[in-house]
């Protein structure tokens, strides 16, 4: 796990909806930041797979040694079933090598816009306390600023 951008991502600049999700992002870590001392935003991860070498990133993480859990952040401008692939089938597994027995891994997705409409593979179940989002569960934390 690095916290530095690894040297061969180049930044695109954004525009419309993904530029209105970029900033969204940025505030929602600032606030997270703030309000949880273990916040980490943006960390990247290298891990291997049968295809060989390759990275990902999750917008944070909420690691919180005095309860033994870590929550996987997602953040999102509006729910999303993309957020659950991410969650579930990319970041939970590559934290769970690293972190697993150490510490009980939650997954969130942090929305300002939550529409229930949007089926996803496990139902959403709001979550008041990102920082300790219940582990095998799709959690989803409302924040407006």
Request: net charge positive; proline share 10%; glycine share 6%.
């Amino acid at each position: 796990m690095q916290l530095e951008t690894p040297p061969f991502i180049r930044e695109h600049k954004r525009t419309g909806r993904r530029a209105l999700g970029v900033r969204y992002e940025r505030k929602a870590q600032a606030e997270f930041y703030e309000r949880y001392p273990g916040f980490l935003a943006s960390p990247w991860f290298h891990y291997q797979d049968r295809e060989g070498d390759k990275w990902c990133q999750c917008d944070g993480l909420i690691i919180n040694p005095w309860q033994g859990h870590l929550s996987i952040v997602e953040v999102k401008y509006q729910h999303t079933e993309t957020a659950y692939e991410q969650l579930f089938k990319l970041y939970l597994p590559v934290v769970l090598a690293l972190f697993g027995g150490l510490y009980r891994i939650g997954c969130v997705e942090v929305v300002k816009w939550f529409d229930p409409a949007i089926i996803t593979p496990q139902p959403p179940m709001l979550c008041k306390d990102p920082d300790i989002a219940p582990p095998g569960k799709f959690n989803v934390h409302i924040w407006r600023p």
